[in-house]
C-alpha cells in the first residue's frame, strides 16, 4: 500500500495530509510523535478504507501556525481540515494527542461523526494516576514509557537517526521544537483541557483502543473514557504500551471493523 | 562603566554527595534539603551583603527571579529590593528581573516595580526577562509555544500603564483589563531604564534594539565563551541600523573573586567556586529547554541552551579550568583588572553584573573580595569607556534630593490644657 502525500489550505494554514486505500472514508489523526507514511497501522486501515491522514501544523515538515493556540482552535481546523477533504461523517481515527482532538471534534459537533475510535487518547487527569511530564524526558527515557518493549521500541525510534551528525542533530532539534511546541499547547504541564465535561456529548458510536503495558497514560484511563462515553466499547490490548499502532497495529484496524 | 553586585543567593547547604544523589537543582530539587530556620541567617547575610555593596561604591546591587531553584532562593526580587530601598543610599536597584509572563495580570510588575522606584527615590533599574524553561514553563506552568507571545503583551501592557496618563482598557489576548490605571507610578520618566537578560534568542536581540533597551547576558560560563553570543548580539545592532553601538547596549555577568595574590584567590575561593559550578548548576537536562520554548530561528543559529549538558558530557570543573576558562576571573587585583579589561573590551559591555557572592562562600571572604574590587580593581576600569560616559539611556536617574529613612520627628504632643 502506498500513500500519496497531498495538501489542501484552510484559512490558517497549508495542510499536508497522506492518502490511500479504498473504502468508506477515515480520518487518521496522529499523536504528539508525528506520523510517517511507513505508518504499520495506516497500511492495515487503507486495505478497508479511504485513509485521510492529516499533519498538524508543526509536524510533516510544516510550521507551527502561531493563530492555533488552544483546544477550541485545533478543534475546529481539524473540522475545517475533514471539510476541505470534502468528506463528510467520516470515521474518526485519533491516536493520543490526536484521540484527544478526536474526542472533542466529536463533542463539539456530536452530528458529524459517524464512527470513534480513540486509542490511548489523552485528555483527562486523574490525581491518583498522573500521567509523566512527557516534555520533561530525554529522548533515551521515552521507550520505557512509550512501549511494551522499551528494547525494541528504542530500535523503532532511533532507525536510521544519525545523532552523531551535527547537521542531523540539528534538524532533529528544529523538528522536535516544531512538533512539541505545537503539542505543548494541547498537553503541557497537564494533558486536560476540559474534555471531560464535554465527553457526554458525543453520540457517535465509539471503540477505545488501550496498550495494557502503556505507562505514559495508563490504562485506567481508558476505563475513564469508557464511563464518561454513552455505549462506549474498551478494547484493553496485552503486550501493548503507548505506541498500541506501532506494536500492535491489527488490534486497531479490527476495531474499526467492529463498528461496521 | 557601571558595576552591580550581584547576590544569586545560593543555598549554601547542599550535601557533598548532591549530585550523585539528586537528578537537579531546579525544579524538582528535594524538599527537604532547605531548612527554613537557617534560611533565616542565610537571607539576613545576603541582604547585608548587598547593603556593603552599596557602601563600597559599587554602581548598583542586584537581584533576580528563579523559582523551586537551590542556587536562587529569591522567587520574589522585588520583597529583597524593597528591604534594599531602606537600608542603601546610593547604588542603583537593579532587578534582574520580573518574569513579566508569569505575573498575573502583569500590572503587578508596573505597580511593585513604581513602589520600588518611590520609595528608593528613583534608583530603580527594571529587566524584564522572558524567564528560563525552568522557571517559566516547568515551575510556572507556561505554555513554551505562547510564553513569548504573553511576555511580550505583558511588555506592551506594563509601558502603557507606565506613560500613559488616562485610564484604559487594555484587551489582550492573555489580559483583559477593563480600568488599567496604576497607581502609584514611577518617579523616572517616561519609565525606568530597562534591561532585557538573553541567552542568544535572535528575537530578543532585536526587541532591544528596537526599544533601547540594554541586552544582558546573564552567562555563568565567562567571558571567553560569551564572545560569540555578544558578538551576534553586536553584528545585529550593526544589521538593524541602530543609531550607536554604545557599549551600555549590552551588560555581562562575570563571577569575579579578587584577593592580595593569584595563591591566595585559589586558597581563599576555591571550595566555593567548586560548590557552585560541580553542585550549583546540576540542573537535570530535561528540564534545559522545553520544546517550543525557544524559536526555530533561534535554535538554527546552533546556540544551546546554557543549561544543556556540554557536548561530550559533564566533568567536574577544577579551579585550573574555570579561572583558566574565563568561567571565573580570579587572582590578585592586577590579575583581575587585566582579564576584567580583557572582558570589557572584548565585548564592548558598560554593564557589568559582578557575581562577587558564589556558591556557598561565608560572608566575610565575600566582603574581603568585593572591598578590594571596588577599591582597588573598578577604579582602574573606570576609564575605559570615555567616549560614552554620557549615555544616561540604560542607568536610573536618581532624585537628587531623597529622603533619609529612619528620621521621624518626635511624635505630636498635645499640650494640656489649663484645667479651668
Redo the contacts between chains.
Keep these: 500500500m502506498t500513500f500519496q502525500r497531498k495538501s489542501l489550505a484552510t484559512r490558517h494554514a497549508v495542510v499536508p495530509y497522506l492518502e490511500g486505500g479504498e473504502g468508506e472514508p477515515l480520518v487518521f489523526l496522529h499523536g504528539a510523535g508525528g506520523l510517517t507514511a511507513e505508518d504499520p497501522v495506516l497500511a492495515l486501515l487503507a486495505r478497508s478504507h479511504r485513509v485521510f491522514a492529516p499533519y498538524l501544523p508543526g509536524y510533516g515538515e510544516t ?2 501556525v ?1 493563530a492555533l ?1 488552544d483546544m477550541l482552535d485545533y478543534t475546529l481546523h481539524s473540522w475545517d481540515v475533514v471539510g476541505g477533504l470534502g468528506l463528510k461523517a467520516p470515521i474518526l481515527v485519533g491516536h493520543s494527542m490526536g484521540g484527544m482532538i478526536a474526542a472533542e471534534m466529536a463533542a463539539v459537533a456530536p452530528n458529524d461523526v459517524s464512527r470513534l475510535v480513540l486509542v490511548a487518547p489523552a485528555g483527562l487527569w486523574r490525581d491518583e494516576t498522573p500521567i509523566p ?1 512527557m ?4 529522548p533515551y ?1 521515552m521507550p520505557g514509557y512509550l512501549f511494551h518493549d522499551p528494547e525494541a521500541g528504542a530500535r523503532l525510534m532511533t532507525a536510521g537517526l544519525k545523532m552523531d551528525d551535527p547537521k542531523f542533530l ?1 534538524d532533529y ?2 523538528r ?10 494541547l498537553l ?3 494533558p486536560d483541557r476540559g474534555l471531560s465535561q464535554r465527553l457526554y456529548r458525543i453520540t457517535a458510536r465509539t471503540v477505545i483502543v488501550w496498550g495494557m503495558s502503556d505507562r505514559l497514560i495508563p490504562p485506567v484511563y481508558g476505563r475513564a473514557f469508557r464511563d464518561a462515553i454513552a455505549g462506549a466499547r474498551l478494547v484493553e490490548i496485552e503486550q501493548a504500551g503507548h505506541m498500541v499502532t506501532l506494536e500492535k497495529p491489527a488490534a486497531i484496524a479490527e476495531a474499526v471493523m467492529s463498528l461496521a | 562603566m557601571k558595576f552591580t553586585w550581584f547576590n544569586l543567593m545560593p543555598w549554601p547547604y547542599l550535601p557533598d554527595d548532591f549530585r550523585q544523589k539528586h537528578r537537579s537543582v531546579w ?1 524538582d530539587i528535594d524538599q527537604r534539603l532547605f531548612d527554613p530556620v537557617r534560611s533565616h541567617a542565610v537571607y539576613n547575610t545576603y541582604m547585608d551583603l548587598l547593603e556593603y555593596a552599596d557602601t563600597l561604591g559599587f554602581d548598583g546591587i542586584g537581584v533576580n527571579e528563579h523559582h523551586q531553584n537551590g542556587y536562587g532562593i529569591m522567587p520574589s526580587p522585588n520583597i529583597i529590593a524593597a528591604g534594599l530601598a531602606r537600608r542603601t543610599k546610593n547604588a542603583a536597584l537593579v532587578v534582574l528581573g520580573n518574569s513579566i509572563a508569569l505575573y498575573n495580570p502583569p500590572v503587578r510588575v508596573a505597580e511593585e516595580f513604581a513602589m520600588l522606584d518611590c520609595i528608593s527615590g528613583g534608583r530603580l533599574v527594571a529587566g524584564f526577562p522572558v524567564g528560563t524553561s525552568m522557571d517559566t ?2 515551575c510556572y ?1 507556561q ?4 510564553t513569548r ?1 504573553k511576555y511580550a503583551e505583558a511588555h506592551d501592557l506594563i509601558i502603557r500603564a507606565w506613560t500613559e496618563r488616562d485610564p484604559f482598557a487594555f484587551n489582550g ?1 492573555y489580559n483583559k483589563l477593563r480600568h488599567v490605571n496604576i497607581w502609584p507610578r514611577p518617579i523616572q520618566q517616561p519609565h525606568p531604564p530597562i534591561h532585557i537578560p538573553g541567552g542568544g534568542s535572535v528575537e530578543t536581540y532585536d526587541f532591544c534594539i528596537d526599544n533601547t533597551y540594554s541586552y544582558s547576558y546573564l552567562s555563568f560560563s565567562g567571558y571567553i565563551r560569551a564572545k560569540a553570543l555578544m558578538q551576534g548580539y553586536w553584528d545585529r545592532v550593526a544589521a538593524r541600523n541602530a543609531p550607536d553601538a554604545s557599549p551600555y547596549r549590552a551588560g555581562f555577568a562575570q563571577t569575579i573573586c579578587v584577593a592580595e595574590t593569584d595563591a591566595e584567590a585559589e586558597r581563599l575561593y576555591a571550595e566555593h567556586v567548586h560548590y557552585f559550578y560541580n553542585r550549583c548548576l546540576h540542573v ?4 534545559a529547554d ?5 524559536t ?1 530561528k533561534t ?2 543559529t ?1 546556540a544551546l541552551s546554557q543549561y544543556a549538558p556540554p557536548r561530550g558530557g559533564y566533568a567536574e570543573l577544577s579551579w585550573k579550568d574555570l579561572t583558566e576558562g574565563g568561567h571565573v576571573i580570579a587572582g590578585s587585583p592586577e590579575t583581575v583588572r587585566q582579564r576584567m579589561e580583557e572582558l570589557i573590551k572584548g565585548l564592548n559591555v558598560g554593564h557589568i553584573f559582578c557575581l562577587m557572592h558564589v556558591g556557598n562562600m561565608p560572608a566575610d571572604k565575600c566582603m574581603y573580595s568585593s572591598k578590594l574590587f571596588a577599591e582597588k580593581v573598578m577604579p582602574r576600569l573606570r576609564g575605559l569607556l570615555p567616549e560614552c560616559d554620557g549615555d544616561g539611556r540604560f542607568w536610573c536617574h536618581p532624585l537628587q534630593a531623597r529622603a533619609t529613612p529612619g528620621t521621624l520627628p518626635q511624635p505630636y504632643a498635645p499640650r494640656l490644657s489649663q484645667p479651668a
Design positions: 510550521e507551527d502561531i493556540r511530564d516534555f520533561s524526558l530525554m527515557e540539528q532539534l528544529v522536535n521544537a516544531r512538533q512539541m511546541g505545537m503539542a505543548g499547547k503541557f504541564p497537564i | 525544579v514553563n516547568y506552568g505554555i513554551p509555544a505562547l507571545e489576548r537535570y537536562p530535561g528540564f522545553a520544546p517550543g520554548y525557544r526555530i535554535i538554527q546552533g
